[in-house]
Each structure stands twice: as structure tokens, then as C-alpha cells.
């Protein structure tokens, strides 16, 4: 069975430009998770999806940070203008739908992003 | 608010030898669960150990055993016989599902296994 599969693993960019990251969750999983991890720290939620709805977002600077699971499987996590504070691992992870979740989340393995 | 804390940044351990990790945490629910995850430098975090709150008994997944304070509000992992590949970060994480859905998790503890 597949797990979480992001892309791109590493990305290197100017401040101010735009980035995106993309997540496909294990098959089946109906609830999608984006989060932050700085360096030496652990991650923190900036959105989790149920099918297609973002049902928690208040943790995403709305301002630069936008989000969108439209058919309910894959994810996009998108920053624009990215600011050097941006630099950090965004972690995607996913877990069977809300009724039968018991709050294992499987991760891929990361999109690590840093800004000049 | 939901808080969990991991008061050691880092450990190290002998190989073959015993280690415990601690972490304590704050919560208003009285159902949720309790995790340790293991992310490897430059790989994908997994789970290590699951504690669901309502079970008195202390889980065990082979060489890792929890201790579960649930009045102290207390949760380490204790890492038996350890071994190179143990050498990771370890997060302590909180999920409560009544309503909020939310997993928190701790600063983390970098592990060393001495050969």
C-alpha cells in the first residue's frame, strides 16, 4: 500500500516568490493534514481537511498561505509571496475519516523549503 | 488549549542499554489519546506507541513501553535494549477527539545511541 506522497522534497527559492506543495494521502484516507515544522521543533497544524472541507484553518496566515483539496483526495499547500521566515519542512499527513479516527496520522516525508 | 511538553531537548544512550523520555501534557477532555512518534533525520515520522486515556494499562510495542500518569498528567517512553537505529527525534503528541480533532505535539527530544 502506497503512504502520504509529497512533492517536491526540497525547493529552493527568492523571498517573494511563489511556491507550491503537493500531498496525496493514503488511499481511502478522508482527512488531510498540513503542517509546519521549523527547525528543532515539532510540526504544527496550518489546515486539516475532511474530504473536501477545511475544517480547521486557524492556524494558516491567510495573508501569504492558501490551501485547496477540491475532489477531496490531493492537497495543494501554496505560499505567495514567500518571506525568509517561510523556511521550514511542511509535512502533509493523513488519517481515516473523522469517526474512525483515533488520532494515528500518517506523514510523508516532507517538503523542505527554503527562501534566499 | 491543549499543551504538551518534552523538558529534554536531548538524550543519549549506550547501545543495549535503557532509556527514558519524558513528557507531560494538559488537556480539558477526558477522552483522548496519547502518542510517541519517532521522525529519523531526513525521513518520514511514524508512530512508535499508542495510549488510549480510559485504559489504566501501560502500552507495549516490543522494546517500547509507556508510562501513563493520568492524574499527573504524565507520559514517557521508556526505549528498551536500544539499538543504532533508535537515533531520532521522538515527539510526545496529544490528540483529543471530542469534537476538536486536534493532535499537538510536544518540542521533541533528540536521542543519540552510543555505539
Known amino acids: 500500500e502506497a503512504g502520504v506522497v509529497q512533492s517536491p522534497r526540497y525547493k529552493i527559492i527568492e523571498k517573494k516568490q511563489p511556491v507550491a506543495f503537493w500531498c496525496n494521502p493514503i488511499?481511502?484516507?478522508?482527512?488531510l493534514y498540513w503542517y509546519l515544522q521549523n527547525l528543532g521543533q515539532g510540526p504544527e497544524l496550518l489546515i486539516r481537511?475532511?474530504?473536501?472541507?477545511?475544517?480547521?484553518d486557524s492556524q494558516l496566515p491567510k495573508d501569504r498561505f492558501s490551501a485547496e483539496r477540491l475532489k477531496g483526495v490531493d492537497s495543494t499547500l501554496k505560499i505567495q509571496p514567500a518571506e525568509l521566515g517561510d523556511s521550514a519542512v511542511y509535512l502533509c499527513?493523513?488519517?481515516?475519516?473523522?469517526?474512525?479516527?483515533?488520532?494515528?496520522?500518517?506523514f510523508g516525508e516532507g517538503s523542505r523549503l527554503t527562501v534566499l | 488549549a491543549q499543551t504538551v511538553t518534552q523538558s529534554q531537548p536531548e538524550m543519549s544512550v549506550q547501545e543495549a542499554e535503557t532509556v527514558t523520555l519524558s513528557c507531560t501534557y494538559d488537556?480539558?477532555?477526558?477522552?483522548?489519546?496519547l502518542f510517541w512518534y519517532k521522525q529519523p533525520p531526513s525521513r518520514q515520522m511514524i508512530l512508535v506507541i499508542r495510549?488510549?486515556?480510559?485504559?489504566?494499562q501501560n502500552a507495549t510495542e516490543n522494546r517500547f513501553s509507556v508510562n501513563f500518569q493520568k492524574a499527573a498528567k504524565s507520559f514517557s517512553l521508556k526505549i528498551s535494549d536500544s539499538q543504532l537505529g533508535d537515533a531520532a527525534m521522538y515527539f510526545c503528541?496529544?490528540?483529543?477527539?471530542?469534537?476538536?480533532?486536534?493532535?499537538?505535539f510536544g518540542k521533541g527530544t533528540k536521542l543519540s545511541v552510543i555505539p
Open positions: 503528541a496529544l490528540y483529543s477527539g471530542a469534537g476538536s480533532y486536534q493532535l499537538t
Open positions: 488537556t480539558s477532555e477526558s477522552d483522548y489519546y
Open positions: 488511499s481511502g484516507h478522508n482527512t
Open positions: 481537511y475532511e474530504n473536501e472541507e477545511a475544517v480547521d
Open positions: 499527513a493523513s488519517s481515516p475519516g473523522q469517526g474512525a479516527n483515533t488520532g494515528e496520522l500518517f
Open positions: 495510549q488510549e486515556a480510559y485504559k489504566q
